[in-house]
């Protein structure tokens, strides 16, 4: 049984991405519940879509945000949401072409340790930047970085 449900530990001090961050969530726990189940391909097939559908949507959302604050470690956080777009893609597409395993219990459980820990490290620090935009100044937060910049 794949168990994850957001919590104020999971905050990134927004509430629009905290908002996108228990969508996603929710859709892997849909994804785990319908392969447990057992449920038709097309099922499984439409929670799979929705997953990778949503999670670009929300990693935009975040690039944006992030590219709107003057975050300077957006490319490199860029690249991290590729990477696991590239590998939702594959899985959809093995999933489509057939192969009932490319979605099952351990695929699941490395989805959602790659979505909790991308949280909880690479996501949670943007989050000064970030909350400095939505505070409505786009300054970088240096005093809380404590790198001595004037801001
Ligand atoms: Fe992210």
New binding site residues.
Partial sequence: MVSIAWSEAFSVGNPL?DSDHRILFDLLVQLFDATDTGQSRDVVGSVLSALSEYAEH??RR??AM?AASGYPGLEA?KA??RQLEAHVRDICGRYRAGERGAVDEQVVELLKKWLTQ??QV??KS?RPWVERVVDGGAKPPSEKLGDGRQS
């Fill in positions: 991405l929300h990693f975040e690039e992030m956080h991290e949401h991308h949280i690479t996501d943007y």
